[in-house]
């Protein structure tokens, strides 16, 4: 309990440190948020264009592939907002020795990552997928009970945490490897398989987003048991069985890579 | 001209060399980037199947694979990106080097994309493109590109190649305005993705959407050549199409000197 209210407390300063940092440039937060909200926007226009041509796609209409592209840009936002820290561990801070500094402080390695960074940029994506998914509340198409709404957020947070795994699983070969950055890219941008649904896709490919990268656990199978009355809660449980399993064998490999670490000396 | 690519060609073999001390980290990029190749492949099967018609904007379902596939062909060999370079330049500071260098900065980046781009058009551009007339001819039933339509494609290109990196270089000017380019390549990006026929053919859009497409540069860049590729512009229309991309790279141009010298002006470099 102790430990838990260090750690908070010592989040509030690190996130109130990088905030001073950001204040400095004002606009560059404004763009950041643009590109992204902006990314996300033109996805949406070519559905609508697309949907100006045919009434359905393989029995999903146009509202509910909104529902679904809406709500996967959720979890991926809240992960992009805390986590992102993790791609420079991919990227450079192994390579560099700039990691050094994490060993050596008397906290959580893993904690001391995250808490380095907020990324402002994810506001675009959360920005958008609140708007979707408000919309598509307003238009009814969503099933809106008491176990729908808390399995709602239960659902966005495992997902975040599968994003979360993923990343990290791949940064943390960095570790062995020194600079794992485009694997770290391969596997994150999988994650746009899964804004559609999976059906379309052929065996090999689907099997390989719903369980080897599960990215379809992210977006579209929780998305469809909110549309949808056939499809159980057990898709939920499921997804929060895979977050769990992600996060330990990502968090392991993380762990034993920190004890591989050597710095780059000079 | 033959004192022109002595001075720029080092840039281009540069580019070259650069590129090919990276080769892992490339593959993957080639692999990521066919990712939404494949993902507009099944979208568009889908898409297909659902329709009750035989052809949507104009494209049969065999053709629409072939111009999915040579977006990524098309792609590879016109967005070679410099406004990155530019960024970088200006924010380390950088820049005055080149602006007391006696070379034309623009000049130098231009002759780096074209290094990158022959690259990228050797390595895994080349080997997509021949598969994919493979698979086209093989597989779909269509028949086999002509020698003519090969060589207006690749003529077309490298005027598409000229349009997005003069384009691009106007782009890069906003590094002299905010040190965070990433969000506005991301917002670039997109918007190109768009307005190219990247993403979706330019004839799905309604037509007065077209007709304000018909005045911009971006569908020179992407839609034309893959047009011409397709053979769904011949004889005038691809003349007219051809001539159109050239008005593009002169307006471009001299658009492009205008701006860098107006901000040339306005900028401080502090130390170096």
């Known amino acids: 309990m102790n430990q838990c209210k260090r750690y ?7 996130i109130a440190q990088f905030l001073k940092t950001i204040m400095q440039s004002k606009v560059d937060f404004l763009i950041g948020l643009f590109g992204f909200f902006f990314t996300q926007i033109m996805g949406i226009v070519f559905l609508y264009l697309v949907f100006q041509q045919i009434p359905n796609l393989q029995g999903w209409t146009f509202e509910q592939l909104i ?6 840009q959720l979890p991926r936002g809240i992960d992009h907002l805390f986590t992102d820290n993790i791609w420079l561990v991919g990227w450079r801070m192994v390579i560099n020795g700039d990691f050094d500094r994490y060993m050596l402080r008397p906290m959580n390695i893993f904690f001391q990552v995250i808490a380095e960074k907020l990324q402002p940029d994810a506001l675009g994506e ?9 919309g598509s509340l307003a238009k009814g198409i969503v099933i809106v009970d008491i176990l729908h709404v808390v399995l709602f957020f239960v659902s966005l947070v495992a997902g975040a945490v599968i994003y979360t795994s993923i990343k990290l699983f791949f940064a943390s070969l960095a570790f062995w490897m020194k600079c794992s950055g485009p694997f770290l890219q391969t596997a994150y941008e999988m994650a746009d398989f899964a804004k559609y649904p999976t059906e379309i896709y052929a065996k090999g490919v689907r099997f390989l987003i719903t369980w080897v990268i599960p990215f379809a656990f992210v977006a579209y199978l929780p998305a469809s048991f909110f549309l949808k009355n056939d499809v159980s809660a057990g898709m939920i449980g499921i997804e929060c069985v895979i977050a769990v399993v992600f996060w330990c064998i990502a968090y392991a490999v993380f762990h034993r890579g920190t004890h591989v670490y050597e710095s780059a000396g000079n | 001209m033959r004192k022109y690519v002595k001075i720029y060609l080092p840039f281009t073999l540069n580019a070259l060399k650069r590129q090919m001390a990276y080769k892992g980290a490339f593959y ?12 507009s492949y099944y979208l568009w099967k889908a898409i297909y199947t659902s329709s009750d018609q035989a052809t949507l904007g104009g494209l049969t379902q065999e053709e629409m694979v072939v111009y999915v596939f040579m977006v ?25 080097m080149n602006l007391i260098k006696p070379i034309d900065y623009r000049m130098s980046l231009i002759a780096m994309a074209a290094g990158n781009m022959i690259y990228r058009f050797l390595v895994p551009s080349v080997a997509i493109w021949i598969g994919l007339e493979i698979y086209k001819v093989t597989a ?14 690749l003529l077309s290109s490298i005027m598409s190649f000229l349009i997005y990196v003069l384009f691009d270089f106007c782009f890069g000017m906003v590094a002299f305005f905010t040190t965070y380019i990433f969000g506005m390549m991301l917002a670039e990006e997109a918007l190109l ?28 860049m992407v839609y034309t050549p893959i047009m011409i590729y397709l053979g769904k512009y011949t004889g005038r229309t691809a003349g007219f199409m051809l001539f159109r991309q050239a008005a593009w790279v002169v307006i471009l141009y001299v658009a492009g000197g205008l701006i860098w010298k107006r901000v040339t002006k306005r900028l401080v470099v502090l130390g170096g």
């Open chain 2, 140 to 153: 779909l039933g269509l028949r086999p590109v002509t020698a003519v339509e090969v060589l207006l494609y």
């Open chain 1, 126 to 134: 959360l920005l958008t997928g609140v708007i979707l998914v408000a």
């Open chain 2, 193 to 220: 993705g768009f307005l190219t026929g990247q993403l979706i053919p330019i004839s799905f859009f309604p037509s007065a959407v077209q007709r304000v497409f018909d005045f911009l540069p971006f569908s020179s």
């Open chain 1, 67 to 72: 529902f679904i592209y809406g709500f996967a």
């Open chain 1, 8 to 14: 908070l407390r010592l989040y509030k300063i690190m």
């Open chain 2, 28 to 39: 993957l990029f080639i692999l990521v980037s066919l990712f939404s190749s494949f993902i």
């Open chain 2, 72 to 96: 990524y062909v098309t792609s590879s060999i016109v967005m070679s990106s410099i406004s990155n370079y530019v960024s970088e330049d200006v924010v380390k500071g950088t820049v005055a």
